[in-house]
Structure formats: C-alpha cells, structure tokens
C-alpha cells in the first residue's frame, strides 16, 4: 500500500513544544496581518465608509462567487520598511462566475491608493502571475497615482505595469478595469489598456491631468466631471465601455463580463472522487522542531496535505534525505521534492535531476517542499563531484517547464535554496511557513566563516587578535542574519507570496494547482548539458 502511516505522537513532550512554537508564531503572523486589513486607520476607514464607498477586501468579496475562497497574495508587502504593510494594494486569486482570475485593488484608504516602490512590485508581481498561469486580470482601480517622494523609484520601472496589460492582452488572456474613484496622470493608462472597462457615475474619475494642471498647461477651465467623469467617457470619449451606477453595479457588471468570456481552461482537470488526508492537519502545528538543526521527516507533512495521504515514493532506498514521490492534492497530480535531513548530498541531486526529468516527460506539476541547509561540503564530497552533482540539479530546475509550486517548511539555505526552487527559480507560487528560514547560510556558521577570516588576516599581518572585538562582532553577524532570514521579513521584499499557517497547506497547494491549470501544462523536450 502506498498509503501514508504517521510516528506523531501528539502527547508527546516534543510535539507540544513545536506545536507551542507554531502557535506563537502564528500569533504573530495575525498581528501583522491585522496591519494590512486596517488599512489607513479607522479614521480613513471611516472616512471612506461615509462617502459611501466599500473597501478593496469588501469590493471583492462581492466580486467572486459566493462562499468561494480567495487566495491573498503578498499580504506583508512592506513589512519592515518606512511604507505600511501591505504596500497600499490588496492582490490575490479569486473565482468570478467559475472562472479563476487574478485579483488586484487599491487601497484609497492607505494615502489616497498612492503607488510606492512596494505597491509597484507588488502589482507587478500580480501581473506575472496573470501572465504565466493564463488568468484573467481584474483591476479595481481607485489610486490617486505614484507617491511623489518617492517617484524616483516608481516612475521609471512603473511602466511595466501597462507595457503588462498589453501583454496580457496580447496573449489572449482579458484584462478587466473596474474604476472606483481617481485614475489619474499615468494611472488613466489602466483603464486605457485594458479590454474592459466599467466606470460609476459621478464616482470614477480619469484623465491625464486634473483641471489645475489643464489650467496652468493650456488656460483651459473645466471641472472633474466634464474632464474626466464617467458620463463624458461613457458617451463622448468611449474610453468606458459600461457605466454603473453605483460600486454594487459596477461589481454586477464585472462579473457579467467575466460570464461572457467564455473561459477555458487549457490544463488537465482534476479528479472528481476526492478523499481528504487520512491524518489530521490540525498535527502539522508540531512537526518542525523548534530548533530547525533537528530534523523532521517531511513524510508526515505529505501524509497531511495530499489526496488520501496516499504517496507513490521514488527511489525510497536512494539518496534518502530528499524524499521524492507522486501524489494527488483536491484531485491534481503532482510529483514532490521534500528534504528529509537538510543536507543534500551527491545521491540526492542525482536522484532530483532523475525525477525532475520523469515529471516533464508526465507533464506533471512539481511541488518542493523546502527543510535543507545546502548541499554537502569537505574533501570526500568534492572528490565525488559534489559540485556537478548539484549543478545537475539545478540544471534540471532551472529548464522543467512544468509548473513549480514551494513552500518553506524549515530552513532554505545556500545553493540547496537554489536546487529546492527559490524565487530566483521562478516557482509559479512559493509560501512559507512561520518556522521557515532563507539565507546564504545560518547565522551561527556565517559569523563563524567571518571570524575564521578575520583571524587568520590577523596571523598574516603578524597582528594580535582582538578576541573580544571578534566575540561582538559574531554574536552582531547572528543577530542581523537571524533577523533577515525570517519569513515576514523576506515576506515583507516580495521574496515569497505569502506566509501561511501550516494548516491551510493543502487548500493552497490545491488552490495553486487548480490555477496553474488554467494554462497548458507541458513538459520539456530538454535540458541543459548534465556533467556526468
């Protein structure tokens, strides 16, 4: 039988200590999150509601399906930075009349909807998303332009966002503006380049320049709505396509569009007789130690997130500190690359590379589940072509073409990131769980490396060394990688897509799947030269 047993004890000492540890991470996940759905301030807020206007989470709630999920991309954008977190943008995944589409909605509350470096990243990241997977695009555009200060940072590379738009376009995949308020300056490039587009009269404003800059450029007096109002571009100008009524219309209308759109999707679908894990998710809080150098069996965390915890393992007697195996999530097949004891050894990246290449020949999506601190280092490794070993790997990661999902489980460090499918890899999608960490190395090993230089540049100038200077510096080393190796922090640069509780992997997985769906899903017909 292929089905998954589990060794969690969940009265054990050790489970209830891991678990304690996730708990509290996951406290404090919520209240960062809790930032992001405050938007402004209650003052804003307020100020939003009593002119009658919804917020962006609201606006797309009654955009998709009732009772459907939505999937929040990138919530901690910003965190840890001078700009609110969220980055004054809400993205995500949606359903819209059975249809899965690519989500985006300003924050007017949050300085007006102002774009900032991490609002442009944010949506360009939306786009790219759009893009690869072949969603639908929908925009609920109410963004009073590009934050003037610091317009250095935004102006230049925004222009991304609508060479995007025609892109999409382009590629078949419909673009869809609903305009709630200001789409101004640049901004009136959204609704201008999109397939779609619905305004509100006497609410939607758009035009390339408001009537004090129209005055001081051309000595032209006008107002907002004979300028730029819905009205004038729904009869006059024809830049709107339908106009509503109110914000509750324009929703209706939104989700009439996408009905018509007659959507397809390209990829496999997916298993209707579907069975949920035989464990319990509730047990993946416990399973990453707190102490991220002892290693957990990844095999427990299948066993709760895929279809029947039933899993075809691949060369089980094989490199066995990377599990590799077939399996099924809410009916989609997938192939998954989990570390089981951190270190990826020679066996391991051959073994990688082998089933990278059996799942392009299946067409198969792969899912990487990442707990490994690199691969192996000392004189024996290299002897036996550590380093070719690894780069078959990557080499094999880098050409597949099937669609790439990962999730950090525990540590992601080194080039064992890189063979894992880091963000530089371009992953379809990639969470973290709180107990993730990324970075070149840990903390301890890094200061340790710096140290050994230090001394050793010491001996050569024929120097004392100051051991105490050297005890500063490396318990400093620890500290600042410690801090910028955790998930919100790399969640906050838009280096993964979100940080997610544990217990809500399979329906992100799922989720994942389902859209990456939308597109053809196919192999490659080859890869870049393996040194043997």
Known sequence: MSVLTTRIDPASAEYAAASLTMTAKLAELDTEH????????????????????????????????PDSPFLELSPLAAWGTEFPVGASIVTGIGVVEGVECVIVANDPTVR???SNPWTLRKSLRANDIALQNRLPLISLVESGGADLPTQKEVFIPGGRLFRDLTRLSAAGIPTIALV??????????????????????????????????????????????????AEMHARTSGLAD????DEHDALRIGRSIVRRLNWRKQGPAPRVDVRGPRHDPEELLGIVPEDLRKPFDPREVIARVVDDSDFDEFK???????????????????????????????EESQKAAQFIQLANRADTPLLFLHNTTGYMVGREYEERGMIKHGAMMINAVSNSTVPHIS?????????GHYGMCGRAYDPRFLF??????????????????????????????????????????????????????????LSGRLYDDGVIDPRDTRTVVGMCLSAVATAPIEGADGFGVFRM
């Open 432 to 489: 973290a769980w709180p107990s993730a960490k990324s970075a070149v190395m840990g903390g301890a090993q890094l200061a340790g490396v710096v140290s050994i230089v230090g001394r050793a540049a010491a001996e050569a100038r024929g120097q004392a060394f100051d051991e105490a200077a050297d005890e500063a510096m490396r318990a400093a080393i620890e500290q600042q990688i410690e801090a910028e190796s955790l998930p919100m922090f």
């Open 242 to 245: 339908h106009l509503a009524v």
């Open 407 to 415: 999730i950090l489980l525990g540590a992601s460090y080194g080039a």
């Open 180 to 229: 709630f308020g200001n789409s101004t300056a640049g901004g009136a490039y959204m609704p201008g380049m999109s397939d779609h587009v619905v305004m509100i009269e006497k609410r939607s404003k758009v035009f390339l320049a408001g009537p004090p800059l129209v005055k001081m450029a051309t000595g032209e007096d006008s107002d907002d709505e004979t300028l730029g109002g």
């Open 34 to 65: 809790a930032k992001a759905l405050a938007g402004g301030g209650e003052k804003y807020v307020a100020r939003h509601h009593a002119r009658g206007k919804l917020l962006p989470r609201e606006r797309i709630e009654l955009l998709i399906d």
């Open 316 to 346: 089980p007697l094989y490199g066995s500190s990377l599990v590799t195996g077939w399996a099924q999530v809410h009916g989609f097949p997938v192939g998954i690359l989990a570390n089981a004891r951190g270190v990826l050894f020679n």
């Open 112 to 114: 007006g909807g102002t």
